[in-house]
Every structure is written in structure tokens, then in C-alpha cells.
């Protein structure tokens, strides 16, 4: 069975840090490249960070960009997203997500508060 387990969100205050985990199973995690995306009610899920199978490689949307931290332990199978800097506006809930050209698997969310 094929498994994503966030984890780490909560409740921070602006300017605060958060490290959100995620824990694969169920398939070949360094077969994938892993991402982060967030969703705010009414939105459409967005794309906040992406990292490639050898780490060679790195996306972060503009807005998160030199304050999030994307990074991922092909021993552990294990991606983690560093957030520091936090906003109230990075308040809604991250999704990690596992893809290749074939295949595409969601975790479940985990919430992040940021208060002002």
C-alpha cells in the first residue's frame, strides 16, 4: 500500500519555523521526484517546492523562496520542508506529493498556522 505521511505542521507565530515531514512507503521513494504543495480553502492546490530524484535539482514558488527549505533522505525515505520566516498568509494545509511520468501519489495534509 502505498503510503505519504505529513507531519509537523501546527500553530506558530509570524516569523516562527516549522519542519514538516514526510514519510513514503508502498514504492520505490528514490525512483520519484517528491514535491510540497499547499491548498487554501477555495484555491487551487499550489506547487510550493519540488525536488528531483538525485537532488540535483530544486524548485520553490517566488513567494517561498529563500525561506523554505526543501530537502529529502533517500535512506529514510523521508522528504522534509524547512520553513522559516513564516507569514500569516503560509497559514492553509501542505500536502506532500510522489511523481513520475506514470504515477502520482498524494498524502494527506498537514495544517499550518501562523498567527500575526
Known amino acids: 500500500e502505498v503510503q505519504l505521511q505529513a507531519s509537523g505542521g501546527g500553530l506558530v507565530q509570524a516569523g516562527g519555523s516549522l519542519r514538516l515531514s514526510c514519510v513514503a512507503s508502498g514504492f520505490t521513494f528514490d525512483d520519484y521526484a517528491i514535491g510540497w504543495f499547499r491548498q487554501a480553502p477555495g484555491k487551487e492546490r499550489e506547487g510550493i517546492s519540488c525536488?528531483?530524484?538525485?537532488?540535483?535539482?530544486?524548485y520553490y514558488l517566488h513567494s517561498v523562496k529563500g525561506r523554505f527549505t526543501i530537502s529529502r533522505d533517500n535512506t529514510e525515505n523521508t522528504v522534509y520542508l524547512r520553513m522559516n520566516s513564516l507569514k500569516p498568509e503560509d497559514t492553509v494545509v501542505y500536502y506532500c506529493?510522489?511523481?513520475?511520468?506514470?504515477?502520482?501519489?498524494w498524502g494527506q495534509g498537514t495544517l499550518v498556522t501562523v498567527s500575526s
Open positions: 525536488i528531483d530524484r538525485s537532488l540535483d535539482s530544486q
Open positions: 506529493n510522489a511523481r513520475t511520468r506514470n504515477y502520482n501519489y
